[in-house]
């Protein structure tokens, strides 16, 4: 490619509203424009990186076994009713209808129909295993869309769908998948962990992301680095603190605590170890009534934990009695507790509420929690002789220096960009949906199902937030939208430098690398900006002074100075770095 037939849009500032550093570098680089909250236009350098991805999310694909499908953007309703989520998914999902008034939806991912091509298609066991996977354009309706493509509302993702006869089957579909998200990652060139994580709405048994290692990244991952154990914060377990309860020791007191609602603030008044209060959080779950006329009854749930830990809300949510549960409202807290929030504890609430404690909190002794009455706190509160033994439960977020789940280390916490989540399903949609096989008796079986996406664009932000500096992106060399840029010093003047650039430059496309002449006649200044702004991993600067020595000068773009290449070796040394290069990353 020559410059000169090519769009650089490259611009010395970035919008006010770009927030984080992968924004800015892609607005800066020519790479998307802005048309609406969430939505971008991709310019060409941009599409040049989108395509460098998908090339190698196919290959992989391809060679773990999966089929290449193009799925509807535009599904029926009727699809997401039978499977449950036309209610359950909320207002990210778009929803309209067409002139015949029936409903549709723009689709954010697709089990929905992948499951009816399955239902359609599958009749009998001799047809599994099989892949199905596609790339192609979804749209979820993101309240706040920021941070460029890191979060929009339109995006480009690879989703893919496996199906088998068993759980046994299932697993090894998902293994060949995670082991393929490996592979792609790793020629990604970035920097990664794989994590257990939680399945959110997509529903399944288990699942992995796949995160990019980056302080900007909205994930807190905790990992063991003396073991394999590695998830996310919101799927960690967080085992008790103590190894056992100690003994009563204390007489429980009724505490005057003045203006000090926090544990922190309580703590300080009292002289005591944070780690000695005890927080409460209250939620109320809305339960139909026996009839339909009956009045909606409202279970109200007190949970305990430390006084320095956090609620973590994805595990409290998936306990028994608790889908659907939010956090009660100040009426409904003075109701049951006689005091507003800030002095609530267990002993003598109002009316009777459902108690959990977290795992720590059960093997606490001589602790301190609020009294329900303003201004006091109960000190010396042990279980089993001011309060039942408790009903417990993994409640609370890890944090550093926790006991990694799998007794190996402690915890280490650090922020990742997801870019990839591979899911075992089941028979979440098969059934929903009855998508069945018949198995050797000829009876008909639930398909199980996993699926495997990853975000094609999103990987774009997150390779930029991992490698970048103060002149512009660092693109790792397998998804650059160029791998090399020829700056010719005095293109448009000097017969030498343009016949020697020419000749580098035919010889570089006759090997297969991707490489951009700048034949545009710009000063040098003008054209390193672009360049490095741009990204391109790979520089050879020619001109008349050099050649005269000759010399040529190559810069990968994370170097800090120049070295000297001979003129006539100059492409072949360059085209074995890059092998070299392709070679580590494959």
Request: net charge negative; hydrophobic share 40%.
């Amino acid at each position: 490619m020559k410059a000169s037939r090519f769009f650089i849009g490259t611009l010395k500032e970035a919008p006010a509203d770009a927030e984080i550093v992968s924004h800015q570098l892609m607005m800066r680089a020519g790479m998307i424009r802005r048309v609406a909250g969430g939505i971008y236009d991709y310019l060409p350098i941009g599409l040049r990186a989108i395509r460098k991805v998908e090339k190698i999310v196919r290959e992989e694909m391809d060679a773990a076994g999966a089929l290449e499908v193009l799925l509807p953007a535009v599904q029926p309703a009727e699809l997401w009713q039978e499977s449950g989520r036309w209610e359950q998914y909320g207002p990210e999902l778009l929803r309209f209808k067409d002139r015949h008034q029936r409903e549709f939806v723009v689709g954010p991912t697709h089990e929905e129909v992948i499951t009816d091509v399955a239902r359609r298609e599958i009749r009998s066991y001799r047809q599994l295993p099989v892949n199905f996977y596609q790339i192609q354009t979804k749209f979820r309706d993101e309240i706040r869309p920021r941070f460029g493509v890191m979060r929009g509302r339109e995006f480009i993702m690879k989703d893919a769908y496996s199906f088998d006869r068993d759980t046994d089957g299932l697993k090894a579909s998902y293994q060949r998948m995670y082991d393929a998200y490996v592979r792609i990652f790793t020629r990604l060139g970035l920097r990664f962990r794989a994590v257990e994580a939680d399945n959110g709405s997509i529903g399944g048994s288990g699942s992995h992301e796949f995160h990019v290692i980056a302080d900007t990244g909205e994930d807190a991952i905790a990992f063991c680095p003396t073991s394999d154990f590695a998830a996310n914060v919101e799927a960690a377990e967080a085992l008790p603190l103590l190894p056992a309860r100690g003994a009563a020791d204390a007489a429980l007191t009724k505490t005057s605590t003045p203006g000090r609602a926090k544990c922190e603030a309580v703590a300080e008044l009292l002289g005591l170890p944070l780690e000695r209060t005890v927080k409460s959080i209250v939620l109320a779950v809305d339960q139909p009534g026996a009839t339909p006329d009956a009045a909606v009854h409202t279970q109200i749930w007190m949970l305990l934990l430390r006084g320095d830990h956090s609620l973590n809300e994805v595990k409290a949510f998936k306990l028994p009695g608790l889908g659907g549960a939010r956090f009660a409202t100040e009426a409904e807290i003075v109701e049951h507790f006689g005091t507003p929030p800030g002095y609530l504890g267990p002993i003598a609430t109002r009316k009777p509420v459902k108690l959990l404690v977290d795992r720590t909190v059960a093997r606490m002794s001589d602790f301190v929690c609020g009294a329900n009455e303003a201004d006091f706190h109960f000190t010396g509160v042990n279980w089993g002789r001011d309060l039942p033994e408790p009903d417990v439960a993994d409640l609370r977020n890890v944090v550093a220096g926790d006991p990694s789940p799998d007794g190996r280390g402690t915890i280490e916490l650090c922020r990742g960009i997801e870019v990839g989540h591979v899911f075992q399903l089941g028979t979440k949609y098969s059934e929903a949906m009855s998508a069945t096989y018949l198995d050797e008796a000829g009876k008909p079986q639930p398909l199980q199902m996993g699926c495997y996406g990853i975000g094609v664009t999103r990987i774009l932000g997150a390779a930029i937030e991992q490698n970048y500096d103060a002149r512009g992106i660092i693109w790792p060399t397998s998804i650059a939208p160029f791998e090399v840029v020829i700056c010719p010093m005095g293109y448009d003047r000097s017969e030498t430098v343009r016949t020697e650039a020419d000749r580098v430059y035919a010889a570089l496309l006759a090997a297969g690398v991707d490489v951009v002449l700048d034949d545009r006649g710009e000063r040098p200044g003008v054209m390193f900006a672009d360049w490095e702004l741009i990204g391109v991993p790979h520089r050879l600067v020619i001109g008349d002074r050099g050649l005269k020595d000759g010399k040529v000068e190559y810069q990968g773009r994370r170097d800090a100075e120049a070295t000297l290449l001979p003129v006539a070796e100059a492409d072949r040394l360059l085209i074995a770095r890059l092998q070299e290069a392709r070679g580590a990353a494959a």
